[in-house]
């Protein structure tokens, strides 16, 4: 058929070809087909100017580089860069700067691949950062959230278009208007969560929605952990990087609603409050963490709120975390406040061990058992036999807080710190760190209830388990943080430089422009990078929906 169609088309052009090659322009067909003479539109086409002006108006905004060899601009250099690299330069035409104040690695991870270099970054230094991103076609910032503000304000100057992995904050929010006049799109929200699991909720919800249907009840779970068989330590949690964000994210308040009751936990009391049992997969001995405002995401994702009756998204850990996290918060391990010293100047504390950050931060004479036992005892109210004391005395001797002549080399080091927080911080990553031939995994799941007529329910369930991959030498490869993480990154930045995303200003991945390509590419990912969603699609009456529906079982 195409070649049918091939073969027809130029029969009917050819003849015409050859009349404009012959100089015959005052044939009919000919002389109808052109619109431009001496540089100008014909006076039957000038109705035109009004369009190419417009056209030329917006195209004036962004200004691209090269189409042949397209110039992106990395900021950072962590733990989730490695796949968006390579992710990148599997495309065609495309050079990648690697904007870094930590050089070093910058180029460690240059090393790995071609049409890379590598340049120093400090962003508040406006005019290099200005130099830089004026240089590039896009700009993908993997900074912490609070550093991207300075690369988003030059990608508005210089209208360059921009993509981050980190929520919508006020501050970015605000740009909205200035990066719409300026006929830039700046992506955030492109990672894992928040990022493809905005895409998968979406896919279904509009696919909902154009049949007819209406949104009943929307759960998420998300959670980075240690594959089943590498969460062997008293958290069942490892540490790729700093622990301090996770540590506070017990901290934080929430809002939900389930069952349609409506639900606020003040971030004092998030941890006591833990769902225990998550049955997600009969596999995964999970627990869970409300996360922030969910109801905040009706909007996000165009819900009625008024045919809502759950709205929720969790944090998944594995069972037991929260109570033992819940216990070091009561034992003030979590406490931020900086460290005050009478008669000095000092704004750090300096502990020759494990042993001796235990004894300053519960207030004790001593690490010896007895004492911290009846520390924790006293502290949990709790009798010194009870389990979620010997939970913690089990932790604490694994960290090295307890006296011990056999301390293992980690817990032996100075704990230097300027809060308790960051000093146990400190303890945590140095004895739950990812050891060799041990792997991440990550988890998210989403379910949608949707009625179509009365009592007549379809419960869509979007699922993704995937683990990250080790070297030959027990090395890590790629982490499933950073893979999905990274690739979406990548990939929203792939499709702003193929066209493919027409809405300017501050958005995230929950138009179809941006989701519906994202997946696509997802779907077409090698073997070894692999993100694969499994959905289901169940239709239920309302008491099979109670027992099959997420839920109606937390």
């Not at 008293?234 to 994210?249: D, E, N, Q």
């Not at 216990?327 to 406490?335: A, N, P």
């Not at 950050?357 to 924790?376: E, G, R, T, Y």
């Not at 699922?463 to 990250?468: A, C, N, P, Q, W």
Request: proline share 3%; net charge neutral.
């Amino acid at each position: 058929l195409p070649l049918e169609a091939s073969n027809y088309f130029a029969s009917r052009l050819y003849p015409i070809v050859y009349k404009m090659v012959e100089n015959k322009f005052d044939d009919p067909i000919v002389s109808r087909s052109i619109i431009t003479e001496d540089k100008k539109l014909k006076p039957e086409h000038e109705h035109l100017y009004k369009s190419l002006s417009n056209i030329k108006s917006e195209s004036d905004r962004i200004s691209v580089i090269s189409n042949s060899q397209r110039k992106v601009l990395l900021a950072g250099s962590g733990l989730v860069t490695k796949p968006l690299v390579k992710y990148l330069l599997s495309q065609k035409n495309i050079d990648i700067s690697i904007a870094s104040n930590n050089i070093d690695e910058a180029q460690k991870l240059a090393s790995g691949f071609q049409n890379t270099k590598v340049v120093e970054l400090d962003v508040s230094n406006g005019t290099q950062v200005d130099s830089l991103v004026s240089a590039h076609d896009i700009v993908i910032s993997m900074l912490p959230a609070t550093l991207h503000m300075s690369l988003a304000n030059s990608a508005i100057k210089n209208r360059k278009n921009m993509v981050t992995a980190s929520y919508i904050s006020k501050d970015m929010e605000s740009l909205n208007q200035s990066a719409q006049n300026s006929g830039i799109t700046i992506l955030n929200e492109m990672g894992l969560d928040p990022g493809i699991d905005h895409c998968s909720a979406m896919k279904i919800i509009d696919e909902i929605k154009g049949r007819g249907g209406k949104i009943r009840s929307f759960v998420s779970w998300c959670g980075g952990l240690p594959a089943p068989e590498d969460s062997n330590n008293s958290l069942g949690y490892k540490f790729s990087w700093s622990p301090r964000g996770v540590l506070t994210a017990g901290m934080n308040s929430a809002k939900y609603m389930l069952n349609g009751k409506t639900v606020e936990i003040d971030g004092s009391k998030l941890l006591s409050n833990s769902f225990k049992n998550v049955p997600l997969f009969k596999g995964f001995n999970f627990e869970g963490l409300a996360n922030r405002d969910s109801l905040s995401y009706i909007d996000v994702y165009g819900l009625n709120r008024q045919e809502l009756s759950t709205m929720f998204r969790g944090t998944l850990r594995y069972r037991g975390y929260a109570e033992l996290m819940e216990s070091f918060k009561t034992l003030g391990l979590l406490d931020s406040s900086r460290i005050s010293f009478k008669g000095t100047n000092t704004e750090l504390f300096e502990l020759k061990n494990c042993e001796e950050f235990c004894k300053h931060a519960l207030n004790i004479p001593s690490a010896d058992l007895d004492v911290v036992q009846d520390k924790v005892s006293s502290a949990l109210k709790l009798e010194k036999t009870h389990s979620r004391v010997r939970d913690v005395l089990d932790a604490f001797r694994s960290f090295g807080m307890i006296r011990s002549n056999n301390i293992l080399s980690q817990n032996a080091q100075k704990v230097i710190s300027p809060t308790i927080l960051d000093g146990f911080c400190s303890i945590l990553q140095r004895n739950m760190a990812y050891g060799l031939y041990e792997k991440d995994m990550v988890a998210l799941y989403h379910e949608i209830t949707a009625e179509f007529e009365p009592g007549n329910y379809e419960l869509h369930k979007s699922s993704l388990v995937t683990y990250g991959s080790i070297n030959t030498d027990g090395t890590v490869n790629e982490t499933a943080m950073a893979r999905t993480v990274g690739i979406p990154a990548a990939i929203g930045a792939k499709i702003i430089l193929d066209g493919l995303v027409k809405t300017k200003g501050v958005i995230r991945p929950t138009l179809k422009e941006v989701y519906k390509p994202t997946l696509l590419n997802i779907e077409r990912l090698a073997p070894e990078d692999s993100i694969i969603f499994n959905e289901t699609c169940t239709k239920v009456g309302i008491d099979e929906l109670k027992a099959r529906s997420i839920a109606f079982r937390l």
